[in-house]
């Protein structure tokens, strides 16, 4: 009886698993792009191994039937684990990145962004106000680090480390971020001919580019 109702139960697992797999077809998860839901699922497959009902491991469920790798799951989870919902729907509408995030997170009240006494909701219709707001607040936590005083305890040589690739993350994901949007104002355009030809091959040079790195970081 015991070994018919774990079997039931790994079946009802994969028929869960197969029916929001079945809505994510082309999931190809970015952390700043999928839903506090998915990030959700995403983390209850992982914790209850679900992915084991289609016969392979974490690595090769997130290859094979995700379209992403590993860390890239991994890295979804965290920033859920961190950061909680609200910065996957703020991602989602204002393209925030996770260190901007951090910084302004303060001023997130539910599905709000709290910004010179005014409350925006976090929907597509305000995304050019939060964007605005957003750079504000970023701007703001940026002079207050910078005018904090600095007479507490020496930093090591490792924390001033950690401190410059935290600033280099930065950066990159707010490049990455700006990048993102103006590729996704060229393919609003419905671009044809020329044009399109050329958003095409930017976009792969930059997706193969973006792969290259992906695989040298593993093997650094």
């Not at 018919?4 to 698993?17: S, T």
């Not at 909680?84 to 991602?91: E, H, K, S, T, V």
């Not at 990145?97 to 219709?125: C, D, M, N, S, W």
């Not at 936590?141 to 090591?156: I, K, L, M």
Request: glycine share 8%.
């Amino acid at each position: 009886m015991k070994a018919e109702n774990l079997r039931d139960a790994r079946m009802e697992k994969g028929v869960d698993l197969g029916v929001w797999l079945g809505r994510r077809q082309a999931f190809t998860l970015i952390a700043g792009r999928c839903s506090a839901a998915d990030a959700e699922c995403l983390k209850r497959i992982r914790e209850e191994k679900q992915y084991r009902a289609l016969g392979m491991g974490w690595e090769e469920f997130c290859k094979r039937r995700l379209g992403i790798s590993r860390s890239t799951a991994d890295l979804i989870i965290q920033h859920l684990n961190e950061l909680g919902p609200a910065y996957f729907l703020l991602a989602q509408v204002a393209k925030v990145t996770p260190e901007e995030y951090r910084r302004i997170r303060g001023a997130v009240r539910g599905q709000a962004l709290l910004h010179a006494g005014e409350e925006i909701p976090i929907e597509a219709e305000n995304a050019g106000r939060l964007a605005a707001a957003i750079e504000e607040l970023r701007r703001g936590a940026t002079q207050s680090e910078v005018s904090a005083p600095r007479d507490g305890p020496a930093v090591s040589a490792d924390d001033k480390l950690q401190a410059e690739i935290e600033r280099e993350f930065e950066r990159a994901s707010r490049g990455a971020a700006l990048a993102q949007r103006q590729f996704q104002r060229l393919v609003g355009r419905r671009l044809s001919g020329p044009p399109r030809n050329r958003l095409v091959s930017e976009l792969g040079y930059v997706i193969s580019r973006l792969k290259e790195l992906e695989q040298a970081s593993w093997s650094n």
